[in-house]
């Protein structure tokens, strides 16, 4: 598998752990739906830069993608921001590392 299509897919089952507490939660579905597309966006991103190793290139994109959201949203609630940082953290690590790892 591409390096590419290797990081939509992971995106694509990061979007899914992420947006399965949301449902519980029973957040908005618009809410749901930035949250899928977030971590899409991020997995080809990952896919397309390796400036650094992955791990650390899986949390820097996953950051910089997630900035403009994480003002928004802390505008209203910042402490709202604590379990989307940790998600964001931990998916972002894991990205990075899978497909640096088995991408090609």
């Known amino acids: 598998m591409k390096k590419t299509q290797l990081g939509i897919f ?6 899914i752990i992420d947006v399965i507490p949301m449902v519980i939660m029973k957040l908005t579905w618009d809410a749901n739906v930035s949250a899928f597309m977030f971590w899409i966006i991020s997995g080809y991103l990952i896919a397309t830069h390796d400036r650094f190793n992955g ?25 709202s921001l604590i ?6 953290l931990l998916l972002g690590s894991i990205l990075g590392y ?5 991408g090609k």
């Open 10 to 15: 992971l995106g694509v089952i990061a979007g």
């Open 55 to 79: 791990v650390k290139n899986g949390i820097l994109i996953s950051f910089l993608v997630l900035t403009p959201s994480a003002i928004l949203i802390g505008w209203n609630d910042p402490l």
């Open 83 to 88: 379990p989307i940082i940790v998600m964001t």
């Open 98 to 102: 899978l497909i640096s790892k088995f």
